[in-house]
């Protein structure tokens, strides 16, 4: 056994799963252990079936049922499952000779039945086992040729009705639905490889319209469906390519989904992937389809998402920017797009421009996308234009008037050798703005933000003082000043940590317990470190019953 230990487990799963793992050992049940694989049920919000792989081509894997686990990860059930494999390692050798020897002998025994007595077995077995009598009964319709059987069979595989309840299949029985299924996708998958590929691409496009159809009344929150719509797509491209239709009517049928709204995104088709079957002509074709729906219908997103794409796989960047002009952003988003593509394509000059008139067109520069912005001035900064970054700045500013925007602003005049003089100036904009009462993103002083920012704690502490700021502004100029000024620092904190005595949660906690420490490093730069003690003692007293504070309290030495 190679590539199973504990830190093999904590590699695969992350610490959060194999944290969380170590509590679901006592929810693994029903171990078997193969030659290479242990599988298992464990035990959580549902019954998942987890299955290690010990000694695959890359070493260690595993596959769970569960929602975390469908998306490809190594999740807390199969870590829960390694280490109860782990806890029996010791037996774990003997355990997988015996199941190669099992093996062995089932391969032995099968072999030495007659036709009769195969026949007779699978009868049996497929009298016990109604998934395996469907899957036998669709091959036998596949090789017996008979589409119309085959046909039906697909159609019922997919209908929902069995597992609706009212009309509607719950999360509790989509499970059994999507596998279910997925037995359709496989007859199509099985009628190509019989040779039957031409009624494998009808068949599959049917088999997509029903699912679409499905999907509407199924609770697909583990995206079960998702899966079968991609291995139904996947199996239709595997028919096409040993069908080879006709380009001209597979073009037009690939342009038809890929517009249409009934697929719902479960069996996404992507005209390049179909290019060796259609041939030049053929992709042709869906390029001038994909063209004249845009030209019908300029803003319909898919119209605009297939035609980008085929124009971006084929290097036509003016029909990838005809599309995005088509549509453009009052805000200069689209501008943007328009400028990096350019860009990407060694046309400089022509993405400047475009990044340009996306300022030129907007109403307000208030509302400009801020990446436009700093598009922009990255761009005149590379091709030494400082003076024209520090303007684009100073006016973003003085549209937007946010810490973000200042910050960017000293940056350019910074690089430009002005930021002295654009410093004032942006700070009489703010002075303004706490004049009339104008409050910043999260409801402080943009002027005291700045200034802290600037590392100018004093004229931020009277900015504060004379214009007021929010406890987070408080708290942080708290902390710049406690050593140099505990007296100030020290009725910050206490003004702050007062209304949390009497608030209840952990987080609560955690915050009043921080505060606590700052208080205290306050009294012992005063040297008052009775009057902490005195504070302290008189908070546990009211506040006892806290337990969870009471502990925090402890952990930290108050």
Request: aromatic fraction near 4%; include cysteine; charge should be negative.
């Amino acid at each position: 056994m190679r590539g199973l230990t504990e830190a093999d487990l904590k590699a695969l799963a992350g610490p959060r799963s194999y944290e969380r793992g170590l509590g679901y050992l006592d929810a693994v049940t029903g171990v078997e252990v193969g030659d290479g694989r242990v599988t298992a049920s464990v035990h959580g919000t549902e019954r998942y079936e987890a299955e290690l792989t010990l000694d695959g081509p890359g070493g260690l894997s595993g596959a769970c049922d569960c929602p975390y686990g469908l998306e490809g990860n190594f999740c807390k059930h199969l870590v829960a499952l390694g280490l109860t494999v782990l806890a029996r390692r010791e037996s774990l050798p003997r355990q997988r000779k015996a199941a190669r020897d099992r093996a062995q002998a089932l391969d032995a025994w099968l072999s030495a039945l007659s036709k009769d007595e195969l026949v007779a077995l699978v009868r049996e077995q497929i009298g016990e086992d109604r998934q395996l009598r469907r899957r036998l009964e669709l091959r036998a319709a596949s090789a017996r040729g008979d589409l119309a059987a085959v046909r039906a069979r697909v159609r019922e595989l997919l209908d929902t009705s069995p597992f609706a309840r009212y009309g509607y299949v719950e999360y509790a029985d989509a499970r059994a639905y999507a596998d279910q299924a997925g037995q359709a996708v496989s007859a199509i998958g099985a009628l190509t490889g019989s040779g039957r590929a031409a009624d494998a691409v009808t068949l599959a496009r049917e088999a997509m319209r029903l699912l679409a159809e499905a999907v509407e009344s199924v609770d697909d929150s583990d995206g079960r469906l998702g899966q079968v719509g991609a291995d139904l797509a996947e199996a239709h491209l595997e028919a096409c390519r040993a069908a080879r239709p006709d380009p001209e009517e597979l073009a037009r049928w690939i342009v038809g989904h890929v517009l249409g709204d009934s697929d719902d995104g479960l069996t996404d088709v992507d005209p390049l992937d179909y290019a060796d079957v259609l041939g030049v002509e053929g992709m042709a074709l869906v390029r001038k389809l994909a063209v004249e729906a845009w030209r019908g219908n300029r803003r319909g997103w898919a119209e605009k998402h297939l035609l980008e794409r085929l124009a971006k796989a084929g290097g036509d960047i003016d029909t990838v920017i005809a599309v995005h002009a088509a549509a453009l952003a009052p805000n200069g988003h689209t501008h943007l797009l328009i400028a990096r593509e350019l860009e990407a394509a060694g046309r400089p000059d022509e993405a400047l421009n475009w990044a340009e008139r996306g300022l030129r067109d907007a109403r307000e520069l208030s509302a400009v996308d801020t990446a436009l912005v700093d598009h922009l001035c990255d761009r005149y900064t590379q091709t030494d234009r400082l003076a024209d970054a520090v303007t684009l700045r100073r006016d973003h500013f003085g549209a937007r008037r946010t810490l973000l925007a200042y910050q960017r602003l000293r940056d350019a005049a910074r690089a430009a050798g002005r930021w002295p003089a654009e410093r004032e100036g942006a700070l009489t904009l703010l002075r303004a703005d706490t004049q009339r009462r104008r409050p910043g993103r999260y409801g402080g002083s943009v002027l005291v933000d700045a200034l802290l920012d600037d590392e100018d704690v004093d004229a931020a502490w009277q900015a504060a003082t004379d214009t007021g700021a929010d406890d987070r502004q408080w708290l942080a100029l708290a902390d710049r000043v406690r050593a140099t000024r505990p007296a100030d620092a020290l009725g910050v904190y206490l003004r702050l940590a007062e209304p949390l005595t009497g608030q209840t949660g952990n987080a609560v906690y955690e915050q009043l317990v921080g505060l606590l420490l700052s208080i205290r490093d306050c009294h012992r730069h005063l040297g008052t470190e009775d009057e902490f003690t005195a504070y302290v003692t008189g908070l546990r007293t009211a506040r006892k019953r806290k337990r969870n504070l009471m502990r925090l309290m402890d952990e930290h030495g108050l």
